[in-house]
């Protein structure tokens, strides 16, 4: 500690010293300052960026200094902090906050968001010093299929503003300008795909001149939803010597951060950290699945005792790490891997006698965790990281129940209209990185399913006033390529990744494209309708309600035979047509036999992709097929949702076969262990067997309507709702259901209470309170 004060002494000084590596080590790393939600402040400072020839090939990080002096005690203090690209802040030689890639990601070029964080207690009276470094992220970083890089811009820079308060009501600014010094570090190269590559032997040197960077002419605007920060922690369950000779860490769970190091070794020694989500079917490390990502720490050390290293502008989707330039065995305690995902709060809680059940609801809150750090991605280790807008609508509600996603989503669904085409088309990643691609059915309906389940979850319609504007103009999409209220033009993903016979036998689960497009047409129409009542727009009900008759027709007209068959006759096929209320009411119940006579005809196993798979149980429940529901849910072969818990998976896949039942693999150009979309299923899981649903928005009043299936015995769970918490616990007990429900002041609830059959169901009305029920 008394070298660290010496050198921070000489760097008030305006010396140019050589120095400890402060953006490397996490031991100095406090995470003073706390976090400002939705802060704040009239803009005073410049946007300023380096002063020196940048290394226009490693890119490494870039790092920032100035010293002040403080006249008086400080009262209060805030600073105000953004870049292009990524940004670390210190105070006094100690870390700024305890988030992670600030500030975050938006679409750039329109919009980039500031952090306020309040530093009283890290200023002091007399000599202080702020430190900020920089790295590429997002922002001009290696990205996406090709690690194309500046897809927002080509120069880093940052803008910072620190606003303090005396006690005598007197008042400073210490703002970025050009009085600042920039300068090199230990951080050499940094890529969110590929990794970072750290060398302690690499001494801060901040003494250059710095330049006022170009002014941003999109908008600032201050962070609504959750920074990225640190979790759960987890020590190696293995260390493993492969086939091939290869050292590697087993951490029990695929997660996404990264691996804290300590290591003691000579000056020059490299340390290289390679990440993977699974080892081949001999045991080997396994990275073919991430494509072009590197995704690989390399640590350089300086020979100087114990030295600590971890990541600071990047992060991994994995759970094994390949460990090279150790001598002799790994020692596990010198590893520890850190989860990093956005500060949500828990809000529900699941389990109950089935452990395959209970491990198939961690592994959908872990692919939440691991995707949803500022964007809802797709999945976190390969090169692609995307926010992919059909993966996010189809989980929505699912992710709900799990945390308290609200201004999670409410924060990106203003990118995604943003980027929204002129003509209403919405694209199918947000921030849009792939020049505009747009317009397919479950992908663009992201601009009204979200709006309308984060309305439906907290009662909020700030949300609906907000995208309003953008769920009529997708709605407009639609329409302007529609003939005769049939919207049969364009390209659409389909039902993407819908069960494949690996024998080419004739069963492919093959739905229609454009009849997919037409029930989401009427669907996104409907909501858009649901909208337009809570916000009163009278006209554009009777516009849309109009609308949506003639979609529907349009569809019987065009997809189903007099029978009630639908043209693909596909799971999908049916499931979205019963959702949608594509059908006329008197055929629906046949079609919903058709529904389930498929389902036998593949023994009882789905064949849906992501966009029939999130309905598909809610379907069977709604017309009395809960026990086929059940029959799926519990399925483990493939294709099921447990078949890859059977194969040691600890997240959600994106195939339902992404190891096959010989322990080879899927495709390497698309196989992620890590995509949440199949993880919808936990939206039926809360809502029918723990029975928790919202009788109005925001849980004002409250269902409880468990179904018995499946052989289970008892179940257990909680939702946190704007209301308060909701609690329920079920047992079939000596042949008797039993129940206990607890109801948050402030809601209602109806109780529907079955038997142990699950039939003879009773059904009452309850105020606030605990209630304990027997049928």
């Not at 938006?106 to 207690?121: E, F, L, M, N």
């Not at 910072?160 to 190269?189: F, H, M």
């Not at 390969?382 to 996603?405: C, I, K, M, P, S």
């Not at 029975?691 to 939702?719: D, F």
Request: charged share 20%; with cysteine; glycine share 8%.
């Amino acid at each position: 500690m008394r070298t660290l004060f010496i050198k921070l002494s000489l760097l008030l000084l305006g010396v140019s010293v050589t120095s400890a590596p402060l953006f490397a080590q996490s031991k100095n790393s406090t995470g003073d300052g706390q976090f400002l939600h939705n802060a704040t402040t009239n803009w005073k400072a410049q946007w300023i960026k380096i002063g020196y020839a940048e290394d226009s090939v490693k890119h490494p990080s870039q790092y920032f200094q100035k010293s002040f002096k403080l006249t008086g005690k400080v009262k209060q203090a805030r600073l105000f902090i953004t870049s292009r690209g990524l940004y670390e802040a210190q105070l006094n030689g100690k870390r700024v906050g305890n988030a992670y890639l600030t500030p975050g990601w938006t679409s750039y070029s329109k919009r980039i968001a500031y952090q306020g964080w309040d530093v009283t207690t890290m200023l002091k009276k007399g000599d202080n010093a702020i430190q900020i470094a920089l790295g590429d992220g997002w922002y001009r970083g290696a990205l996406a299929f090709e690690n194309r890089r500046n897809y927002f811009g080509k120069e880093l820079s940052f803008i910072c503003q620190l606003e303090v308060t005396y006690s005598n009501g007197e008042k400073a600014v210490i703002a970025s300008d050009d009085s600042w010094k920039s300068g090199g570090g230990p951080i050499r190269e940094t890529s969110i795909n590929n990794g970072e590559t750290i060398d302690n032997n690499r001494e801060l040197q901040v003494n250059q001149p710095v330049k006022v960077a170009q002014t941003y002419t999109g908008k600032l605007v201050p962070t609504e939803s959750y920074p990225a920060t640190k979790h759960e922690v987890f020590k190696p369950i293995k260390v493993i010597t492969t086939p091939k000779g290869e050292k590697v860490l087993d951490f029990g769970q695929n997660l996404v951060g990264w691996v804290e190091l300590k290591v003691k070794g000579k000056k020059g020694d490299t340390i290289t950290l390679k990440h993977a989500e699974v080892l081949d079917k001999f045991g080997n490390f396994y990275i073919a699945n991430l494509r072009g990502a590197q995704a690989t720490s390399t640590y350089i050390l300086s020979g100087k005792g114990e030295e600590y290293f971890e990541p600071h502008f990047t992060y991994f989707g994995f759970r094994y790490v390949q460990v090279k330039g150790v001598d002799g065995d790994l020692n596990p305690d010198d590893f520890k891997a850190v989860a990093l995902y956005a500060d949500m709060q828990p809000s529900g809680t699941f389990e109950c006698s089935n452990p395959m059940l209970n491990k198939l609801q961690h592994n959908i809150q872990w692919g939440q965790k691991g995707n949803f750090l500022y964007v809802p991605t797709d999945c976190p280790q390969r090169d692609e990281r995307l926010g992919w807008t059909g993966d996010a609508q189809v989980f929505a509600r699912t992710a709900a129940y799990n945390f308290d996603v609200q201004h999670f989503f409410k924060q990106w669904m203003v990118d995604v209209a943003i980027d929204q085409r002129p003509n209403g088309a919405v694209t199918f990643v947000v921030p849009d990185i792939l020049n505009g691609a747009s317009g397919s059915a479950g992908w663009g309906d992201v601009a009204t399913v979200v709006p309308w389940t984060m309305y439906q979850v907290y009662g909020d319609t700030s949300i609906l006033h907000q995208q309003y504007q953008s769920m009529k103009n997708w709605v407009g999409f639609m329409t302007q390529n529609s003939t005769n209220d049939l919207w049969n033009k364009g390209f659409h993903f389909g039902d993407w990744l819908s069960y494949h016979s690996p024998d080419d036998d004739g069963t492919d689960a093959i739905t229609d494209k454009y009849e997919i497009a037409q029930c989401f047409y009427a669907y996104s129409t409907q909501l858009l309708i649901n909208a337009a009542r809570v916000l009163g727009k009278t006209d554009d009900v009777k516009h849309y309600s109009d609308l949506l008759e003639r979609i529907k027709a349009s569809y019987r007209k065009e997809y189903t035979t007099y029978s009630g068959r639908i043209l693909s006759n596909t799971q999908t096929s049916y499931v979205l047509a019963l959702q949608f209320d594509m059908l006329l009411e008197k055929d629906r119940a046949v079609a919903a036999s058709y529904l389930v006579n498929n389902i036998k005809a593949y023994r009882h196993h789905l064949t849906t992709g992501f966009l029939g798979t999130p309905y598909l149980c809610h379907v069977l429940s709604r017309f009395g097929y809960t026990d086929e529901a059940y029959k799926l849910l519990l399925q483990d072969t493939y294709p099921s949702w447990l078949y890859p818990i059977k194969m040691g998976a600890t997240t959600i896949w994106e195939r339902w076969d992404g190891i096959k039942p010989d322990s080879t693999f899927q495709t390497t150009a698309m196989n992620s262990f890590n995509h949440y979309a199949y993880g919808a299923i936990g939206d039926w899981m809360y809502q029918h067997i723990a029975g928790i649903q919202a009788g109005s928005p925001g849980y004002k009043q409250v269902i409880i309507k468990p179904e018995v299936g499946g052989k289970l015995t008892w179940c257990k769970a909680s939702y946190q709702s704007p209301q308060g918490k909701i609690a329920v616990s079920w047992k079939i007990d000596n042949g008797h259901f039993v129940m206990d429900a607890s109801i948050p002041k402030g809601s209602t609830a109806v109780i529907y209470i079955p038997d142990a059959d699950g039939k003879h169901i009773q059904e009452k009305k309850v105020a606030a309170g605990n209630h304990h029920f027997s049928n």
